[in-house]
């Protein structure tokens, strides 16, 4: 069993080369009932439909590329909508860096025989992260239908001949 990720990703191996399937998807793509997007290249940016969008809904990024036998890998990574992974990010980058002034503080506090009261944020930041964490898992949960919605759709807009 793998562990929980914030960014679920997986790939699929496919026998025509990485055009083609690209091609393929962006024919399919407009008549495509669960979900819309873009594709540019070998990349594309797939959603469901903005009737379905929730805060925790799902985009699927895919990147199609070649593969050592001559066919495609296509890779998927889903994660929020980009200003929910904004905010998740900044979030997470601003709470290390107040464990960073934290912990240094409280070693300056330490340092001088002071009592180290600073140090408070280290575990405070490790709960902090913590609950960071388990609302990203939560919001997984939530759009976790969406996310197999999102997949299926994926694999119909290229063809199912793909292999895990």
């Known amino acids: 069993m793998t562990a929980p990720r914030v960014r679920p990703r997986f790939e699929l191996e496919l026998a025509d080369d990485p055009d083609r399937v690209m091609e393929k ?8 009932p669960n979900c819309t997007g873009v594709s540019v290249g070998r990349h594309a940016e797939l959603f469901v439909p903005e009737s379905e969008q929730r805060v925790w809904s799902p985009w699927l ?8 036998d001559g066919g495609a890998r296509v890779r998927g990574r889903f994660a929020p909508h980009p200003h929910i992974w ?5 979030l997470s980058f601003g709470l290390g860096f107040s464990l960073l002034v934290g912990v240094t503080w409280g070693y300056a506090q330490w340092a001088m025989d002071q009592t180290p009261w600073a140090l408070l944020s280290l575990p405070l930041g490790m709960v902090l992260g913590g609950c960071l964490y388990l ?7 939530l759009g976790h239908d969406q996310i197999e919605h999102l997949e299926d ?7 199912s001949e793909g292999s895990r």
């Open 61 to 68: 990024s895919v990147t199609a590329e070649p593969s050592s």
């Open 86 to 90: 904004t905010l998740y990010m900044f």
């Open 25 to 32: 998807l962006r024919e399919k793509l407009p008549e495509c």
């Open 135 to 141: 609302v990203s898992l939560t919001g997984q949960r």
């Open 153 to 159: 759709a994926l694999v119909e807009l290229i063809g």
